[in-house]
């Protein structure tokens, strides 16, 4: 039955073969993960988080389990830009994968140098800006907080990347007006929208009674933040139905681990998934999940997937 | 990706990933790491711990001592792997043995486990201890529930001809392992036991460190009387005990293999959660990932300055610091003043004192 349906997706134009796709940071460069799902047969693999220099991350503890889900506070650890172009995407694209390269950055400025040297790189179907990491020394740096500086990112990576190249924003839930962001984000140039990142949390360990992470916060992820996801995506889908946001694709994120996850989002408002968390339990995840949700639709009498985004919006 | 290493083959520790290697050179894991559902054939207690030999076919047949088993806790809420350093495994059975210590409620129930149960297991994760030179000596040293691979280990030394002696240590008897491997016969895993207890309810009174000072202050070469002259010390346990041994074994001389038990989440190689300060070939340090990376690292190349939490930050021996001097490390913070928290900085997410 599930062959029937037609599980490939247009992103504003990035079409991939199927809705279901790692998280920014939950699956490296898609290497590791090769050895237990198939990285060729996802809609793409969502690159971790790349700035301009290596970066070092930040002190350990760095995790901190939670129930259904867990803390982290990595901040960002990696090669840098050009590593990643001379050697993680090289890899994908002889993989036969596709990948969306997420970007990050201290400043406007460095998003769009990033974002540059990504662009153009063979095997890449889109950018994920991510203005939302919540594991940076400054609060004052989670772009995705406030409109001004969300627009001011995604402006600036526009300018630096041209039209053709398919941007999505990475909206943190952290934000009182989730919807406000999303609109400076489009207006500025993304293509489209991933929600969510995750979002800011403390643990404390009640043995030490001293927090649990050495920096003290970090950003929760995994089941326990579903709700939110599917919360945010329904938002955004509802403001674009009522004219209140432009029509743009959203990428749903936040808690997947299982079809009926996938689907949720998809009925939510997500023209495709991310599975983050749930490859750090059993990194067979995605490719399970991609075949469940093909399942769930076909019991469902869905055509194709595009044919169930936002179904749950119905009058 | 990890600070750079990936323009690196190898990842600098000098010493490669051992025989039949699982790990290629970029710290992915290789072919021999597998998703499987492994049956309990058998589960029985070892003192404070419990003993668990599984049906696990494909992991079995490539898995080497120093790699570990990150087990699924089922369905508890609790979503991450307990990982666990493989104690045995036998390609010709297929059974691939683990020593589980109940330390909180996700590892209770996998130590909880009964003959017939299915525990979900990837494995073998990380790189293995690289046997020494054929012939040489080797001094093993297991803290606790770290010793599950030694007598393992020692089999394969041996094999080599290498002449083993097995120190055991734990704060009582009940926390020890291995502590009865068979040794001094032809068949043996080991030439010599030797077991330190904190309380003395089991070998001598003392730490591992005691006994180990003792066996590399003998002559190299060794003898009947001075029996190791090692200057190879392979060592499993926490953190605290590594980095005394490593102390003990520099002043006598022996190099150091090291297997570390860190915090991760994913064992794989994709989440960065479980990262030391290591220093590579080229002389820099970087936070390497200790499931594919390690566990197992030269004690030489270990940044021990920036291992251990400063007290009373956290437990002593927790945690690791990004040294200043690190590839990728963050820029030195202006002086004290708090003008570069921002509006709607969360105490405590600010620039910290130790990074």
């Excluded at chain 1, 898609?30 to 290596?54: C, Y």
């Excluded at chain 1, 995705?144 to 039209?163: E, I, M, N, T």
């Excluded at chain 2, 990933?17 to 597998?34: L, N, S, Y």
Aim: a negative charge; glycine letters at 14%; hydrophobic letters at 45%.
């Amino acid at each position: 039955m599930s062959a029937v349906v037609e599980m490939s997706v247009d992103l504003a134009g990035a079409r991939l073969r199927s809705p279901v796709m790692t998280a920014s940071g939950c699956a490296a460069a898609g290497r590791e993960l090769d050895a237990f799902t198939d990285v060729a047969a996802l809609g793409a693999v969502v690159t971790k988080s790349v700035m301009l220099a290596p970066r070092s991350g930040r002190p350990t503890p760095r995790m901190a389990e939670t129930p259904s889900g867990m803390l982290n506070s990595i901040g960002l650890q990696g090669g840098g830009v050009d590593a990643l172009v001379e050697h993680d995407l090289p890899w994908l694209v002889e993989r036969g994968a596709t990948a969306v390269v997420s970007v990050a950055g201290g400043d406007p400025e460095e998003f769009a140098e990033v974002a540059r040297r990504v662009a153009g790189a063979p095997g890449v179907a889109a950018l994920e800006v991510n203005i939302s990491c919540p594991n940076v020394a400054n609060r004052g740096l989670v772009f995705a907080c406030d409109p001004g500086s969300s627009a001011a990112v995604l402006g600036a990576v526009r300018a630096s990347v041209g039209d053709d190249v398919v941007l999505l924003a990475k909206l943190s839930p952290d934000v009182t007006d989730l919807v406000a962001v999303a609109r400076a984000c489009l207006d500025a140039g993304a293509s489209g929208l991933t929600a969510i990142n995750t979002l800011l949390g403390v643990d404390v360990d009640v043995r030490t009674m001293r927090p649990r992470l050495a920096v003290t916060t970090g950003g929760l992820s995994g089941p326990a933040i579903r709700p939110v996801a599917v919360r945010c995506v329904w938002q955004l889908r509802a403001a674009m139905l009522a004219g209140l946001l432009p029509e743009a694709p959203v990428v749903g994120a936040g808690g997947v681990a299982s079809g009926a996850d996938a689907l949720q989002l998809v009925l939510a408002g997500a023209s495709a998934v991310q599975v983050g968390t749930a490859v750090f339990a059993d990194p067979t995840t995605p490719g399970r999940v991609a075949e469940e949700l093909a399942a769930m639709l076909a019991e469902r009498r869905f055509t194709s997937v595009a044919d169930a985004v936002g179904y749950a919006h119905r009058p | 990706m990890n600070d750079g290493s990936a323009h690196r083959s190898g990842h600098g520790s000098g010493r490669g990933p051992g025989e039949g290697a699982v790990v290629d050179d970029e710290g992915a894991p290789g072919p021999g790491a597998v998703s499987e559902r492994a049956r309990v054939l058998s589960a029985e207690p070892v003192g404070a711990y419990a003993r668990l030999v599984l049906a696990a076919p494909r992991s079995a047949a490539t898995a080497r001592p120093g790699q570990f088993a990150a087990c699924s806790t089922g369905d508890s809420g609790m979503l991450l792997r307990r990982s666990f350093s493989i104690s045995s495994a036998d390609p010709a059975t297929g059974e691939l043995v683990l020593v589980v210590a109940a330390a909180g409620p996700g590892t209770a129930r996998i130590a909880a486990l009964r003959e017939g149960d299915v525990l979900p297991v990837l494995a073998p994760l990380g790189r293995p201890f690289a046997l020494p030179p054929a012939g040489e000596a080797v001094v093993l040293v297991g803290g606790g529930y770290g010793a599950a691979p030694l007598a393992w280990l020692g089999a394969a030394l041996r094999a080599r001809g290498s002449s083993v002696d097995l120190v055991v240590g734990a704060g009582d008897a009940r926390r020890l392992l291995a502590q009865d491997t068979p040794a001094g016969t032809a068949s043996a895993p080991v030439d010599r036991v030797h077991v330190a207890t904190e309380d003395g309810s089991a070998g001598v009174r003392g730490r591992v460190t005691d006994v180990l000072t003792g066996l590399l202050a003998e002559p190299a070469g060794g003898s009947a009387a001075s029996p190791t002259g090692s200057r190879h010390v392979l060592a499993c346990g926490p953190m605290a005990m590594l980095r005394a041994v490593h102390e003990v074994a520099g002043a006598a001389g022996a190099a150091t293999q090291l297997a570390t038990e860190e915090s991760m989440a994913c064992g794989i190689g994709v989440c960065m959660t479980c990262v030391l300060p290591v220093v590579g070939d080229d002389g820099r340090t970087r936070m390497l990932r200790a499931c594919t990376e390690g566990p197992v690292f030269d004690g030489d190349r270990l940044r021990w300055d920036a291992i251990g939490a400063p007290a009373p930050q956290r437990p002593p021996g927790t945690g690791a610091r990004v040294p200043e001097d690190a590839v990728g490390a963050p820029a030195p913070l202006p002086p004290a003043g708090g003008d570069a928290v921002q509006p709607g900085s969360v105490p405590g997410s600010a620039p910290g004192a130790r990074s």
